[in-house]
Every structure is written in structure tokens, then in C-alpha cells.
């Protein structure tokens, strides 16, 4: 079975940014929709970002939109989850998640294929 691994998390003080990365072993995540998710303790897992494998279409909500962005890397078999102007409360583990519908869904359990989380934490 197919499995997906994030790295790029770490620490960084507030207004800085990360890049997460996104890679599977045994399926090309071009032809899957891919959702980013993070859980901070004692909430709620949250989503993020979100791409679709149809038109590319992305979704941020208000809590992350104009400071995430998504980017393919197809021929690394990679999604990016670049982060900026991180703050306090964007201090979680962040995990992401494939499903093979053509455009994303928001809800976490429509997705097949998770990875084990990164953790990020925004601190001074």
C-alpha cells in the first residue's frame, strides 16, 4: 500500500517562513488530489491547503489564505506546502493527505492515503 511522507517541519520564529514537502513511494500523486492538514494539541485536526488533481484548483481558508501556497513538483513526485508570515497559533503537526477524487474535498475523511505529520512550531 502507498504511503505518503512530509519533512520540512522544525521551528521558526514568528513572520518566518517554511517549505513542507510532500512525496509518496508507490503512486504519482499528479493524478490525486491532495489535501494539507494540521492538528495542534487538544484541537481539532484543521484543513489547510488543498489542490485538486483535475484543474489545479486550490483552496486556503481565511485562517492561512495569502500567507500558504501549493505548488506541484511533478517531476519529483512532490507537493510543496510553502508558509509564510508564520504566527503562534500556525504551530501544529501538519500532515498531508491523497485521495483520488478529481477536485479536493475539505473533509478529512474522504482521503485514503495520509503521511505520519511534521511538526511546526512558531516560537520566539
Known amino acids: 500500500q502507498g504511503q505518503l511522507v512530509e519533512s520540512g517541519g522544525g521551528l521558526v520564529q514568528p513572520g518566518g517562513s517554511l517549505r513542507l514537502s510532500c512525496t509518496a513511494s508507490e503512486f504519482t500523486l499528479r493524478y490525486y488530489s491532495i489535501g494539507w492538514f494540521r492538528q495542534a494539541p487538544g484541537k481539532e485536526r484543521e484543513g489547510v491547503s488543498f489542490i485538486s488533481y483535475g484543474d489545479d484548483s486550490t483552496y486556503y481558508p481565511d485562517s492561512v489564505k495569502g500567507r500558504f501556497a501549493l505548488a506541484r513538483d511533478n517531476a519529483n513526485n512532490t507537493v510543496y506546502l510553502q508558509m509564510n508570515s508564520l504566527k503562534p497559533e500556525d504551530t501544529a503537526v501538519y500532515y498531508c493527505?491523497?485521495?483520488?477524487?478529481?477536485?479536493?474535498?475539505?473533509?478529512?475523511?474522504?482521503?485514503?492515503?495520509w503521511g505520519q505529520g511534521t511538526q511546526v512550531t512558531v516560537s520566539s
Open positions: 493527505a491523497a485521495n483520488n477524487r478529481p477536485f479536493f474535498t475539505i473533509d478529512p475523511g474522504t482521503y485514503n492515503y
